[in-house]
């Protein structure tokens, strides 16, 4: 099957500085991916839609100013948590698919702690 | 995009056959169900997906009654290895979009 990369698979950053996440597809070319959160014990929470060439869609909730999304090629999606605070830990993961319609690949996921 | 609706948590033993059932009133003609299986700290992993009737792979089957309502993933002869948290979505083929309910927390015990 197609494969999802993370990098960093984990980080550890101090409160008020910035963090950047690569979502990379290593077989495929992805038009569209996406974004989740997923704080311990709970489900994952879609975050945003992430359309190369375009501005990404937000879910309600999620601030576009303080989660910065960049799908600059059709392999990589990069998210930037600005201002960082320890709130915002939590393990964020990624996904690509091959088209409309089709099976979602994940990645592993990052595991960001905000101190 | 429809609701899904599946039990918290589920107990079962090794060797043992488990069926997880989904349930999606609000499905739509379009819709396909896909189910996703996670261990913790790594992204979900692909099962199976079906439109109807039933559907197997080498891990798992799909059993999609004639309404769609609902459907169930079966497990057969589950090991340790097992215990994960499935989840059940529904999606349409021009959507994309998965919305993740909270699953079912499996725990297979010896």
């Known amino acids: 099957g197609a494969v999802v990369s993370q990098h960093p698979s984990r980080v550890i950053c101090k409160s008020g500085t910035s963090v950047k996440i690569e979502c990379r597809s290593l077989?495929?070319?992805?038009?569209?991916m996406f974004w989740y959160r997923q704080f311990p014990k709970q489900s994952l929470m879609l975050m945003a839609t992430?359309?190369?060439?375009?501005?990404?869609?937000?879910e309600q909730g999620v601030e576009k100013d303080k989660f910065l999304i960049n799908h600059a090629s059709l392999t990589l999606s990069t998210l930037t948590v600005t201002s960082a605070h320890p709130e915002d830990s939590s393990f964020y993961i990624c996904s690509a698919s091959l088209g409309q319609g089709d099976e979602q690949y994940f990645g592993p996921g990052t595991r960001l702690t905000v101190t | 995009l429809a609701k899904t609706t599946q039990p918290i948590s589920m107990d079962s033993y090794e060797g043992q056959e488990v069926n997880i059932t989904c349930s999606h009133n609000?499905?739509?003609?379009?819709?396909?169900i896909t189910w996703y299986q996670q261990f913790p700290s790594q992204g979900p992993r692909f099962i199976i997906q079906g439109y109807k009737t039933k559907v197997t792979n080498e891990v798992a089957s799909l059993f999609i009654p004639a309404d769609r309502k609902s459907s169930t993933l079966s497990l057969p002869r589950v090991s340790l290895s097992d215990t994960a948290v499935y989840y059940c979505l529904v999606f349409s083929g021009g959507y994309n979009k998965l919305i993740f309910g909270a699953g079912t927390r499996l725990a297979v015990h010896p």
């Open positions: 992430s359309n190369e060439g375009s501005k990404a869609t937000y």
């Open positions: 077989d495929f070319q992805a038009t569209t």
């Open positions: 609000n499905i739509a003609t379009n819709d396909y």
